[in-house]
């Protein structure tokens, strides 16, 4: 059942390892300290993506959405035991090619979740899986397909294709510190609380290079990510949940891809709104606190329902370059504000969001407890209003030379730094700081100051210690995943 990997195979994980450690980014299933940090203008600038990749990045996406009859199946595993798995790599390397992996039986959700008990294909303790052109089918609850947990586990994955139909079962799941590379895959998953790109406590890295990712179960976003997630010249679309949900000090860096979020269900009370992006910081322990992370480079966004991104409960840095994003719902562009996650009064979002080269359509809300530092450049246009009902977080705006903000009806901010021509009230009023602006007339402010709650986080080991990783096993529940 074991086969030779091909040598061009290896040589495209290499390649995709490589590619993606150049362009990335630093579920179901607590006293901090604050650090300030203050964006500068060299600090965005550092920030910005370059304008060669932004313009390689631009590429229209072109992926092939595989079907179970497209791949050759020389053999079959199967297991339908509780907890258990189809195929392991405890510690070593082992490589399988056309193989139909089937998975039944359930577990329960931590050793699930966070330690890959009942996943179908399983990798931990430093082992490498090299898998190509498989077919991986689950039905049970937490009964994730591909499974990477602990520091030093590699699994590599290209040509395959995924379905999980069960609750809580991730297409490819990453926890521990454990690192998934994955090339031109169809996952498709069904169950509530099922991302297709999945990671949980401890999180590590995931590298994604084309294919077709879909969900439609409530809670299930196609990414969710406790780790460091990149995806590259990929297709990805939710029918329920959210497109991508960042959770603590952990980032999503997606570069020409194309993603449609149709967030129409809530699996908790939590929030009331829907949203495309979700950025939060839930505290259940599954991710540090930090500063997150959010990119996107070329590529499109269409959201159907309620705003494009919302940020609660976290710091994050949002960089857009060149992305074609659309909303076709009813909601905001940007809403920064409190929800049921943290502490009251101190649980909004603190956003810096640096654009490049970029459209930007809609309004951005910003209530009491949150803060945004907006920064326009490159060319960047925003038509749209900032706390049109009246002034609430702090806002600081910076539009570099090039760039302009229209507004679509009176704002409040807080700081602003602009040129003369910089600004079209288009009828409206823009108080800063209270006072009206003068169109016409350049101004120079400050950036707000974001700080940063931080926790040590990190990985965990299993119940029962073993694994790579150290530490306990968390007690009690965690709070609600996101809705």
């Not at 809609?362 to 530092?373: A, E, R």
């Not at 409040?412 to 800063?432: M, R």
């Amino acid at each position: 059942m074991k086969a030779k990997i091909s040598k061009s195979y290896m040589i495209l994980i290499s390649l995709l390892t490589a590619v993606a450690a150049a362009v990335s980014i630093s579920g179901c299933g607590n006293q901090f300290s604050s650090v300030a940090e203050t964006t500068t203008q060299s600090g965005t600038t550092q920030a910005a993506t370059s304008a060669e990749t932004t313009q390689a990045a631009s590429t229209a996406v072109q992926t092939k959405r595989l079907a179970e009859s497209d791949i050759t199946i020389k053999d079959t595993i199967s297991n339908s035991e509780d907890g258990a798995h189809a195929i392991t790599a405890d510690g070593e390397e082992a490589s399988y090619s056309n193989i139909l992996v089937t998975k039944t039986g359930e577990a329960d959700g931590d050793e699930a979740d966070f330690y890959g008990e009942n996943a179908a294909i399983f990798a931990t303790n430093g082992g490498t899986l090299n898998l190509s052109e498989m077919v991986v089918k689950t039905d049970g609850k937490h009964a994730n397909a591909v499974f990477s947990y602990g520091e030093g586990t590699i699994v590599n994955i290209s040509d395959s294709y995924i379905n999980t139909t069960g609750n809580c079962s991730g297409g490819l799941m990453t926890t521990g510190g454990g690192t998934m590379n994955a090339a031109n895959l169809t996952i498709e998953t069904s169950g509530n609380s099922s991302a297709a790109i999945r990671s949980d406590r401890g999180g590590g890295t995931v590298n994604v290079n084309g294919g077709y990712y879909s969900t439609s179960g409530t809670g299930s976003p196609v990414i969710y990510s406790t780790a460091d997630i990149t995806v590259s010249d990929a297709e990805m679309v939710s029918t329920a949940s959210q497109g991508v949900v960042v959770e603590g000090k952990n980032s999503v860096t997606l570069n020409n891809v194309t993603l449609t979020a149709d967030n129409n269900k809530k699996n908790s009370d939590k929030s009331s709104y829907y949203q495309a992006v979700m950025i939060y910081q839930s505290m259940s322990g599954d991710a540090a606190q930090g500063l997150s992370g959010f990119t996107m480079n070329g590529g499109s966004l269409v959201n159907k329902n309620g705003d494009v991104f919302f940020v609660n409960n976290t710091a994050t840095e949002i960089n857009l370059s060149d992305a074609s994003i659309t909303n076709e719902g009813d909601g905001v562009f940007l809403r920064a504000a409190a929800a049921g996650w943290g502490k009251e009064g101190s649980n909004g979002g603190q956003v810096t969001l640096n654009a490049e080269k970029q459209t930007i359509n809609g309004d951005m809300l910003v209530d009491s407890v949150s803060t945004l530092n907006l920064y326009l450049k490159s060319g960047s246009n925003f038509t749209g209003a900032i706390n049109p009902d009246g002034a609430e977080g702090s806002v600081y705006v910076e539009i570099e030379k090039g760039s302009t903000w229209t507004l679509t009806a009176d704002s409040y901010i807080s700081s602003l730094t602009c040129d003369a021509d910089s600004i079209n009230l288009n009828g409206h009023k823009l108080y800063v700081d209270g006072k009206e602006y003068t169109e016409g007339t350049a101004s120079q402010g400050e950036a707000i100051e974001i700080k940063v709650s931080t926790s040590s986080g990190g990985h965990e080991a299993p119940p029962d210690g073993g694994g790579a990783p150290g530490g306990n096993k968390p007690e009690g529940n965690p709070p609600a995943k996101p809705d």
